[in-house]
């Protein structure tokens, strides 16, 4: 019974590469969400996606951050050109539609050198 | 703007003292409302939320919280902690039917042995 699965777990980026994060729904759950914990802050909502639509991208940066849920595969949340202020650990979550049973995964930390 | 606001940032007790972490929201309407709690190096754990019912909610691990609408606040608290409680404590609001959870900044907790 697999939760929500995240990978990498730690990803390390120079400044001005891509960093590519993947999240893995619980099986059956359509929704994904992802959050930003920058550090000694909460979690901050960045962007809800559906199976190939964006809901609600109201947190994430103008610039550079993307996301995706194609219809098959993970979703992924792609940050081009990355900056130390990218450093975080984002965290992704899945819902079924009615989004009773809202289950995070594990998170990936992101360090920029 | 919603908001959460969790009192004590840092907090440090010996083992077997009562614990208590404040969490007030700021949204007029009906809201479901989260405790989490992260592990070091692990993912968010649910301890326990609130949709509607009792505002008394006990979660796992020994822990409970106390919904006060009145008060907009929403209290973690556990007669006698462990060391093994050493975590960061977030709380968490959502608009009941809505998606966008809100953290506050989490507070973190470590017990003395």
């Known amino acids: 019974n697999a939760g929500v699965m995240q990978n990498p777990r730690h990803l390390v980026r120079r400044r001005g590469q891509e960093a590519r994060l993947r999240c893995s729904p619980v099986?059956?759950?359509?929704?994904v969400y992802w959050y930003r914990q920058l550090p000694e802050e909460g979690l901050k909502f960045m962007v809800y996606?559906?199976?190939?639509?964006?809901?609600?991208e109201s947190g994430m940066p103008k610039e550079r951050f993307s996301a995706e849920f194609p219809k098959e595969g993970p979703s992924i949340l792609r940050i081009q050109q990355v900056v130390r202020g990218d450093s975080a650990a984002y965290f992704c979550?899945?819902?079924?539609?009615?989004?009773?049973?809202?289950?995070f995964g594990s998170g990936t930390r992101l360090t920029v050198v | 703007a919603q908001s959460v606001s969790q009192h004590n940032h840092h907090v440090i007790l010996s083992e077997a003292a009562s614990l208590e972490l404040g969490c007030n929201y700021s949204y007029g309407g009906t809201v479901n409302l989260f405790w989490y709690v992260q592990y070091p190096g692990q993912h968010l754990q649910l301890l326990l939320k609130y949709f509607s019912g009792d505002p008394l909610v006990k979660g796992i691990k020994g822990f409970e919280a106390e919904f006060i609408k009145s008060k907009f606040s929403f209290n973690l608290r556990k007669p006698s902690v462990q060391w093994s409680d050493t975590a960061e404590y977030f709380c968490?609001?959502?608009?009941?039917?809505?998606?966008?959870?809100?953290f506050g900044a989490g507070t973190r907790l470590f017990v003395k042995a």
């Open positions: 979550a899945s819902s079924p539609p009615d989004r009773s049973l809202y289950t």
């Open positions: 968490a609001v959502v608009n009941t039917g809505g998606f966008k959870t809100i």
């Open positions: 996606l559906q199976k190939e639509n964006i809901i609600d």
């Open positions: 099986k059956g759950h359509s929704h």
